[in-house]
């Protein structure tokens, strides 16, 4: 596993020296709570970090954003800083010492910014400078489908969509996905299972909701990996340590790691098409825009 990391980490490297620097976007999201959806993305992103990537992390569960929580830090600022104080996002990014940096969502605020006018504006232009500071772009929506949550998984690059065996979270995870692959067929997707008992039960559950997909929607998501229902999990969360720190030989920090070395082995979308951050950009700001003007 060390030797295949090395030279993952070789190949990065040599792509890197070739491809001029765009951030690959990535919205993140589950059709219900409880999917454990925020401690996979803390994770990854420290897993790609640890392969060399150089990973943000935006905690866009406005109000309730749990990030900073998960990591055992008490940030000063949170996104909720750059409408209230006019902040800029480099004076908002947190350098977690767990090797990838993220924007915190805060608490106590139970409404969901709108992004218009000066401050559309103002976010588009600070977003596009920080895709050339990184490799992945991370977004971590709130559980559920929101307008505004929507807009942003629409926008993204490739949107991971994370899921458990129970019944309930497949018809919310298919829901979820078909309200995004009506909105935009093309969207790349790729499906998390997690909480499994048995690599078989979380490969048979990948396989009901995949065949769905598939058959109404003629999208055949990819599967990024099967995570275990592990006790440390939890214990990791009591700690406020990220899993893969505290409890690295633990089932669970063993398949993310292997799913996080996976995802950068077979895509390529790090280092393909580098003008599709732009289109990243341009979408969001269409999206936005189109819905403010139909609220006015």
């Known amino acids: 596993m060390n030797d295949q990391a090395e030279r993952l980490r070789q190949m990065i490297s040599k792509a890197k020296e070739d491809t001029p620097n765009r951030a690959k976007t990535i919205g993140i999201a589950s059709g219900k709570g409880g999917t454990g959806k925020s401690s996979f993305t803390v994770n990854f992103c420290l897993e790609l970090s640890r392969l060399e990537q ?81 490799d992945f772009i991370f977004f971590d929506m709130g559980a559920g489908m929101t307008k505004e949550s929507l807009q942003f998984l629409l926008a993204a690059d ?70 275990p229902d592990d006790p440390a999990v939890m214990q990791a969360v009591i700690k406020r340590n990220p899993i893969t720190q505290s409890f690295p030989k633990a089932k669970y920090s063993r398949s993310i790691r292997q799913a996080a070395a996976s995802f950068l082995a077979m895509n390529e979308g790090f280092i393909e098409n580098t003008s599709r951050p732009s289109l990243f950009m341009d979408r969001l700001k269409t999206l936005f825009s189109s819905t403010a003007g139909k609220g006015g």
């Not at 947190?94 to 409404?111: M, Q």
């Not at 499994?196 to 396989?207: F, I, L, V």
Request: net charge negative; charged share 25%; no cysteine.
């Open 158 to 227: 490739e949107v991971f969509l994370i899921v458990t065996p129970e019944p309930t979270s497949l018809m919310d995870a298919y829901s979820a996905a078909k309200h995004i692959l009506l909105s935009s067929p093309e969207t790349r997707m790729s499906i998390m299972m997690n909480k499994t008992k048995t690599e078989k039960e979380g490969a048979n559950a990948y396989g009901r909701i995949s065949s769905v997909l598939s058959k109404f929607l003629s999208k055949e998501p990819k599967l990024l990996g099967i995570l």
């Open 54 to 134: 150089k990973v943000l992390l935006f905690d866009l569960d406005i109000g309730m954003g749990n990030v900073d929580i998960l990591l055992g830090e008490s940030p000063e600022h949170s996104i909720l800083d750059f409408w209230k104080k006019n902040l800029s996002f480099n004076e908002i990014i947190e350098k977690s010492p767990s090797g990838f940096d993220y924007i915190p969502g805060g608490r106590a605020f139970n409404e969901f910014f709108e992004l218009k006018g000066t401050h559309l504006d103002a976010f588009i232009l600070e977003l596009d400078e920080l895709t050339k500071v990184y």
